[in-house]
Structures are given as C-alpha cells and as structure tokens.
T-cell receptor, first 115, second 113 residues
Framework: AQKITQTQPGMFVQEKEAVTLDCTYD???????LFWYKQPSSGEMIFLIY??????QNATEGRYSLNFQKARKSANLVISASQLGDSAMYFC????????????FGKGTMLLVSP | DADVTQTPRNRITKTGKRIMLECSQT?????MYWYRQDPGLGLRLIYYSFDVKDINKGEISDGYSVSRQAQAKFSLSLESAIPNQTALYFC????????????FGPGTRLTVL
C-alpha cells in the first residue's frame, strides 16, 4: 500500500482564489511528520510547510496552511490567494518515527494558476 | 552561494558506462540523502547517510552505490549505467535535532542512452 497518496494529478485555479491539494497518508507510528514541497518548472525542491503528528494546531506559513485531520490521516495543503507563481508540482511527504528522517513522497499534484 | 550543490547538473552517458554524481553541502548537516525522480512517480530514496561512518540503503538502491567522503560530501555512483536509470537525481541534507526540513540540491538530470 502506498504510504502517501495524492489523488489529484492536476488542479486548476484562478488567480486570487484559494485551492486545496489533497494528501492522505498511511502509518502505524504515533510519531511522524508531514511535509509539503513545491517544485517549479525549473526543477528545484522548495520546502513549504511541516506538521508534526503531535502538533495540536494546524501549521501555517504565510499563504500556506496545512489542514491536518489525524483521524482521517489527511494532510491537505491550502494555498490562499493563488498567484501565477504558484503554478508548479506539489509533493506531500512523510517522515515516520521519532529518530528517522527519511522521507516518503507522494506522486505529486500539478497546480496551474490562470489569470 | 548555494548550500547544497550537485555536479554535474546535466549528464548524458551511454549504457554500460560508470558515472559518479557528486553532492557537497556547506550547511554542516550530518545527514545526507540521494533521491531519484521519475515522471509520475515522485521522489524515491536511493541511499542515505546519518554520518560519515553510516550508509543505509533506501527503497531503490539496486544498481547504485554511494560514498560518504566527508561530512560535507556524498557521492552516488552508477557502476554500469542502464537506460532506465535516466532520471532527475536530488541530493538532500538535514540537521539533527531540527529534522523538520530536508534541504535539496538543484538536481542532476541524467540521461543514459
């Protein structure tokens, strides 16, 4: 079974609107971390946001927020007020266990922002 | 200057050739990783190292080997390249205990003909 599932191969949104990118995960560990990375067409991997499994509040970083629903094992990324520069591939990833730091990535969602 | 650098950035090679991809970092991190990215598959872990004396296989280590020459250097080798190793390769680093982010290099695009 996949540990990270991103069910949306592609998403379209208009500039200035909000968009939610879905991510579900599978783990039996109590301690884990969830990450979102952005990959623009230039190819680099840009860290966006992190949520720890014990964090009681949803993580936020500027226009990015992570909608963490532990019981549903979902960690959706919400981008508010989309900008043209948000057009990119977005990857959800998980780190399992307190001492581990290897990441398991989902297959990604391509987001296109239109004017 | 970039904190995590990869050389070469692009490489075209032929089947059967030995090739080495190099990664250097100035972040002072102990932990380093090699991933490969294929279209539609996301990133998959090849090898990782938690310190100079520690090397671990990842999800897809077959056909690859690594060397951790120093804290700052982690090299990935393809002993005999094959076409299905054509991919984008990323090196990454992370810090302990602030292990909440992996810092990625710019990637090496490898084509095996």
């Amino acid at each position: 079974a996949q540990k990270i599932t991103q069910t949306q191969p592609g998403m379209f949104v208009q500039e200035k609107e909000a968009v939610t990118l879905d991510c579900t995960y599978d783990t039996s560990d109590q301690s884990y971390g969830l990450f979102w990375y952005k990959q623009p067409s230039s190819g680099e991997m840009i860290f966006l946001i992190y949520q720890g499994s014990y964090d009681e509040q949803n993580a936020t970083e500027g226009r990015y927020s992570l909608n963490f629903q532990k019981a549903r094992k979902s960690a959706n990324l919400v981008i508010s007020a989309s900008q043209l520069g948000d057009s990119a591939m977005y990857f959800c990833a998980m780190r399992e266990g307190p001492g581990y730091s290897t990441l398991t990535f989902g297959k990604g969602t391509m987001l296109l922002v239109s004017p | 200057d970039a904190d995590v650098t990869q050389t070469p950035r692009n490489r075209i090679t032929k089947t059967g050739k030995r090739i080495m991809l190099e990664c250097s970092q100035t972040k002072g991190h102990d932990r380093m990783y090699w991933y490969r990215q294929d279209p539609g598959l996301g990133l998959r872990l090849i090898y990782y190292s938690f310190d100079v004396k520690d090397i671990n296989k990842g999800e897809i280590s077959d056909g690859y080997s690594v060397s951790r020459q120093a804290q700052a250097k982690f090299s990935l080798s393809l002993e005999s390249a094959i076409p299905n190793q054509t991919a984008l390769y990323f090196c990454a680093t992370s810090d302990v205990p602030r292990d909440n982010e992996q810092f990625f290099g710019p990637g090496t695009r490898l084509t095996v003909l």
